[in-house]
T-cell receptor, first 116, second 114 residues
Framework: GNSVTQMEGPVTLSEEAFLTINCTYT??????LFWYVQYPGEGLQLLLK?????DKGSNKGFEATYRKETTSFHLEKGSVQVSDSAVYFC???????????????FGKGTLLTVNP | DTEVTQTPKHLVMGMTNKKSLKCEQH?????MYWYKQKAKKPPELMFV???????INESVPSRFSPECPNSSLLNLHLHALQPEDSALYLC?????????????FGNGTRLTVT
């Protein structure tokens, strides 16, 4: 079946530090890959996405590249801010077993805390 | 502002109560989802509706009953819940459900069962 493995953290950084959150996946076929962010007390927001190998998703200074050869989709940001403190979920979308509906498979989430 | 609206934001109910969670979207999406999220865990899929028909039920107990009255609305009827059902319930939508599009999530209903 499909699965996503991401570093669980928590990750604590100082403002302006470099961020990497590792994510690897297992999937059949050609999944799309996503990073979602969840701020305290809120739902999930799409941060960025990539739909095929070598695609780079980017948004708000965050980037991730779809690496098929290493089955990875690591999230990076060059200089984090206090406002980036949140939980980050790596996810893949692929057809579920026995059906035509696409299903999201989430990693366990990584709590990021950025201190001033 | 989220484009998927969930009401209420908070709900406290007893184990003998009947209540409903509501979700609304006006993006023209034809697939809608219910997820359950426990603290410090990723969301877990409960139900998927595609074109107002239930297409996925992830073996959810019958005390949770989904309903999709039209393409913009999704309800989750709750009856005889247990304290372990306390969680954040998230609604989401996507264009059709049979494509690799990202989901749009609401901010959730925080449910406490006493």
């Amino acid at each position: 079946g499909n699965s996503v493995t991401q570093m669980e953290g928590p990750v604590t950084l100082s403002e302006e530090a470099f961020l990497t959150i590792n994510c690897t996946y297992t999937a059949t076929g050609y999944p799309s890959l996503f990073w979602y962010v969840q701020y305290p007390g809120e739902g999930l927001q799409l941060l960025l996405k990539a739909t095929k190998a070598d695609d780079k998703g980017s948004n708000k200074g965050f980037e991730a590249t779809y690496r098929k050869e290493t089955t990875s989709f690591h999230l990076e940001k060059g200089s984090v801010q206090v406002s980036d403190s949140a939980v980050y979920f790596c996810a893949l979308s692929a057809v579920g077993s026995g059906g035509s509906n696409y299903k999201l498979t989430f990693g366990k989430g990584t709590l990021l805390t950025v201190n001033p | 502002d989220t484009e998927v609206t969930q009401t209420p934001k908070h709900l406290v109910m007893g184990m003998t109560n009947k209540k409903s969670l509501k979700c609304e979207q006006h993006m023209g999406h034809r697939a809608m989802y219910w997820y359950k999220q426990k603290a410090k865990k990723p969301p877990e899929l409960m139900f998927v509706y595609s074109y107002e028909k239930l297409s996925i039920n992830e073996s959810v107990p019958s005390r949770f009953s989904p309903e999709c009255p039209n393409s913009s609305l999704l309800n989750l009827h709750l009856h005889a819940l247990q304290p372990e059902d306390s969680a954040l319930y998230l609604c989401a939508s996507s264009p059709t459900g049979v494509e690799n599009s990202p989901l749009h999530f609401g901010n959730g209903t925080r449910l406490t069962v006493t």
